[in-house]
Every structure is written in C-alpha cells, then in structure tokens.
C-alpha cells in the first residue's frame, strides 16, 4: 500500500516574505507595491492596532457591546484586504471588522453593530459586503454562491470570506470550499488561524497538520501564510485573486497568526487557556513591529509618522463613538419594517399594535 | 387551457418565470440533465441552458448558501431541496440566513429566494423523507411558507413565490404530484400569497386544511353531506402568514371548527389557527376547536403509513364531536 498523507502535509510549508527580524527572506516574491502602498499599510495596520484598544477600552466603559479584538491579526486581515478591489465582495467574520472599515464602513458604523444597532449593518451600495457572520462557517458557503454568481456575470471580481482554524472544522467550511470548486468559482477562503477556538487549541481541532492542506480535497490550491508578515499575506492573496479573475477557480489560504487579546470582551479570560511563554513567543512576532522595522530599513516610516497615525486613530474614533452614543435609538417598528419588502398580514397587525405603544 | 398534474404545473411555472426574468435561476441535486427525482425540472436544463438550470454537489447546506450568494449578484435563485426531510441539513442556510438578510441588513440586501421541496406522506418514501417540517419554517420570522393542493394553484402560487423579493419556502406534497389533473391556463397568472381559497362552502362547520390534507377534508365533507351536515372547507395555501381573515368570516357563520394537519400533534399550524380563533371569535363558537393531527410520534416507517397518518374518517369523527358538543 502506498500511503501519501505525509508527502501531502510535507508540501505545505508555510509561505513566508520578512522574518521576524523585518528582513526579507524570499526576494521572488516580493509584491510589486509602491511606497506610498507600503506606507499606506503600515498606516492601516497601527490605525487598527489603535482602535481596538480604544474599542477594548471602550467596552469596558459600558459604551460599546460585543467586541472581538483584533490586535495581533491585523497583517493576515489587512495584508489579505489590501489585495482585493472596491468591487469586490467581502464575507467577514465577527472579528473582521477592521476589513469593512479599510473598504469603506464608517467607523460610527462599526461602532453600532458592537452595540447592536442595526443601523451598523446598513451598508451603502458601494460596499460590497455582507455584516459579520456570527455562525461560523456560513459565510463559506455563501461566498461560493457570491463567486458564482461573479462568474455568471462575467465580472472580473473575486468574493473573499474570512474565518478561524474552528471554522474549518464546521461542515459549511467543506462544503464551501468544495462548491466553489465544482463550478471553478473566483473565491479567496481565508482562515485566520490564529491557534485557539475560544480556548480549544487547533491540535485538538484536527488530525490535519496544516488546514491548508484541506484544500486537496476540494481540488483547490491551499496556501498556508506567515499570517504575523504583512507582505507574504498580500502576497498570497493576490496571487489567489490574480488566478481566480483568470477563471482559475477559488484558493484557500491558511494565515498562522495569534490573538493577542481574548476571544471576546463577554468575559473570556485566555489564562485558563493560554500560557504566558506562548503569548510572549508569539508578541515577538507581532506585525506591526516586523513591518515597521523592514520599513524604517527603507527610511519609509518614522516615529513622528507612527504618531501622526495614532493621533489621526484617535480623533476619528472620538468622533465616531460620540455619534453613534447620540444615534437614534431603536423601535420595535423599525424591526417589523426591515422584516419583508411588503408587511404580511400578522407583521400590519403588529404594527399597529406597536406603533400606538410607540406614541404613548 | 390544457389538462396538467401538479408536477407538470411546476415545472410549467419555473419555465415560465425562468423565461420572463433571465435572473431567474434553478439549481439543485440532480435537477439539470436528470430533470430532477420527480421530474419537476424536466426538460428546463435543455431549454434554458446550462447557467440557468444546473446541478449541484450533494450538500443542502451548500445549496442554501449558494442561493444567498447568487442574490447578491442580482439573481433570484429557486433552489430545490430534493426532500424536506433533508430540511435539517439547510436549516441555517433557511431559517438563520435568508429568513434574515433583509432584517440584518437594515434593508440593504434581500434574498428574493424559492426554497421548493417534496413532503409528504403516502409514497412509501425511505425516513426522513415524508415529514411534514412545516412547522420549523413557519415559527421563523421572515419566511413565507406556501402548500398548495392542486395543479392550478400550484403554477399560480410559485410564480408569485419567485417574484417575490424575501425567501418563500414552497412545499410540494408528494401524494399530490400525480394524482389528478385539472385545467390550468398555458399563459402566466399568479395566486397572491397569504390568501387562503374557500374550497366548498358550508354552514355548519368549518374545517380548515392545506396539503394533502384539503383532499381529505373535501372527502369528510361528502360524506357529512350525506348525514345533512355541510362543511365549509378552507385551504389555508399559505400557513404563513396565515390568512385570518377567511377563517373568521367562515367561523362567524358556522360557530364550529376543525383544523386539520398531516404534521404530529404537538405546537404547529393548527396550534397557532385554533389559537387565534379563539383569540378572534371566541363568541361566535358555539363548541371547542378540534384539531385533527397525526400522532406525536416519529413519522412511521413506510409499511405502517395508512394507519398513522390522518384521513378522512377522522375528520368526520371530529366534525361529529364539534356538531354534538
């Protein structure tokens, strides 16, 4: 008998462009991206950093509600972001807010959906996206239906979905990825593996030594990421949307990255699940510092714009969050209009059940 | 005009719209070339191409996932679920994706989506192919879910299904697939959804169906004729939303009902109609309303179908406890 798993597992290394030092190990692959570019997501990626720790802080004020900190993903959701278009189709997690904000959700907005307005989720035409998903794994299987739907209409666009190293074990995540390889569908399936499911570690999660690999199923390219190395996740994901708009069908990538923070601000407390020397391994291999010092190389970024940056995060979010403190509050008639195009007959008597209560 | 069974109204309706509105698309297991198990999609794959009528990998969940993409893309999928049985592996797709795009969005995305699916008892089908799941779609905020009983309101009824712009749950009784034929118009016409159709009026009870079940209650009707009693029978077409207005109006006349489901006994449809009439016109009856249900038992295995599942004798016996109250 011949068995291949090892040999199959073996090809899958993880694909990685600047060490932890900021120094470039992989010259081939080097994304063609300006100075300005490099600049911009060096600006997006501290810009986020900053916003969620105010967002962490400002859950703690009773001022925002759910909240799913980002600190220690931002280059696998903003490297993997910076290489989609506007026109684009994004299906996020709930921890991928960062993305929507860098495709054009207003930060109020952001701040909403935390406090479960659903104001938060009403997105203009020109963003292309779907609000977080909360159950993990639906959005794989949506994303294939946004792809084939992309490719029906002939659009040289790409659907690109997001979720965790839990995700992949969820049934949705293989009949995502499958469905869009069946019809050769212009999909990007990111998994952020960012090494715990709440508190269950990945290598409880699956006998699979990278979840990449699951991509051979599917007949599909997998591509497991340095997801703390800001270029190598661009990287992977252009190369994903350069073949998919190509016609040549979905990609999985698998970005190996860490939260820094808890799963969620709903009380969950990562030392009863984490060990000290593991966060520290991983905080040495935080993105912002390896980008930044392969920057400061290039004489591309300073301290002063580090600052610029930090000061520019801070004004929008103190903006932002006083406008969505002062934003209207929600009605129950509100709910019954956004239930159907037009009100069945239980939802008109409802409403005028709720809209005499309302008056009152 | 031309003689169909329900199937063949089905499928003359997806054809229909399928030509009217090129957005229109019909995917599912084995729909394309084998036309469907059924045969509902007969002929369309070849009528209308490969991107409109096509096959997908065996996953429900998939499918419903795939229906909520294509919305996106300005499609108004009709996704068939080759059994309602398999209604579990979709649910989210169903009653946690679509039934709540337009709510999530605050507007800005809707799944115009037609969920078809076969139910029903009385084929001898495998498990878990033949229960009435009704219920779960019915009890989830922003789905309609339409039962027709013949072949004319069938066309009718999915063709307003698949206009219209928030997922509709269509559901096709097995039993009824075949069974008669009847006159329907070549031509398009739709049915409104949520409008239940008094199917034989009466004054002295009202028995209210839909599904297979109509069928049943026509046939107590008969019979009570017979002793002098005349049943009015409603087809309730939608059981959500339910259309009270009909029931009501048919209640205040005969002051006694009896609702009548193929679903087991236990919450459901006919919970919810008996509550509201009393709710509504608990004045104008003149006995409690009693419903007629299938046991609360796991849907038999298919040898013991006939004596499980209600039919029209108990109907009348019910009819006899409402009258003799």
Known sequence: ?360 | MAQMTMIQAITDAMRTELKNDPNVLVFGEDVGQNGGVFRATEGLQAEFGEERVFDTPLAESGIGGLAIGLATQGYRPVPEIQFFGFLFEVMDSIAGQMSRTRFRSGGTHHSPITVRAPFGGGVRTPELHADSLEGLVAQTPGLKVVIPSTPYEAKGLLISAIRDNDPVVFLEHMKLYRSFREEVPEEEYTIPIGKAAVKREGKDVTLIAYGAMVHAALKAADELAEDGIEAEVIDLRTVSPVDYETIITSVEKTNRVVVIQEAQRQAGVAAAVAAEIQERAILHLEAPVLRVTAPDTVYPFAEAEEVWLPNHKDIVEKVNQVINF
């Open chain 1, 1 to 360: 008998m011949k068995h291949v798993l090892k040999d199959v597992e073996s090809k899958f290394e993880m694909f990685q462009i600047l060490n932890e030092d900021g120094e470039v190990v992989n010259k081939e692959f080097m994304p063609d991206l300006s100075d300005d570019e490099l600049r911009e997501l060096m600006r997006r990626m501290v810009y986020t950093r900053i916003l969620d720790q105010r967002s962490i802080a400002l859950n703690r004020q009773g001022r925002l509600g759910f909240y799913a900190p980002t600190a220690g993903q931002e280059a696998s959701q903003l490297g993997s972001h910076f290489a989609i278009e506007k026109e684009d189709f994004i299906l996020p997690g709930y921890r991928d807010v960062p993305q929507l904000i860098w495709q054009g959700l207003p930060l109020y907005q952001a701040f909403l959906f935390s406090k479960g307005h659903f104001h938060g989720n009403q997105y203009t035409e020109e963003l292309q996206a779907f609000a977080p998903q909360i159950i993990i794994g639906a959005q794989y299987v949506q994303a294939a239906g946004v792809a084939l739907g992309m490719k029906l209409r002939g659009k040289k666009n790409v659907a690109i979905t997001y979720t965790g190293d839990g995700g992949t074990s969820q049934g949705d995540f293989y009949e995502g990825i499958n469905f869009a390889g069946a019809y050769q569908a212009p999909a990007i399936f990111i998994v952020q593996n960012n090494r715990f499911a709440i508190s269950v570690p990945v290598e409880k999660q699956t006998a699979a030594k990278t979840l990449a690999q699951k991509a051979v199923a599917a007949g599909i390219e997998g591509i497991q990421v340095d997801g703390m190395d800001v270029l190598a996740v661009y990287a992977a994901t252009k190369d994903a949307r350069d073949r998919a708009v190509n016609g040549e069908g979905p990609t999985l990538i698998e970005t190996m990255t860490y939260r820094f923070g808890p799963h969620t601000m709903s009380g969950d407390d990562p030392t009863r699940y984490r060990s000290d020397d593991l966060d520290k391994e991983w905080e040495k291999k935080d993105p912002l510092v390896r980008f930044r010092k392969f920057l400061e190389g290039k004489k591309l970024w300073s301290e002063e714009d580090e600052n610029r940056v930090i000061e520019e995060a801070k004004e929008d979010i103190k903006e932002a969050i006083k406008k969505a403190d002062q934003y209207p509050k929600q009605k129950v008639t509100d709910f019954i209009n956004y239930m159907n195009e037009e009100l069945p007959l239980n939802l008109q008597e409802q409403l005028k059940e709720y809209e005499a209560k309302e008056s009152k």
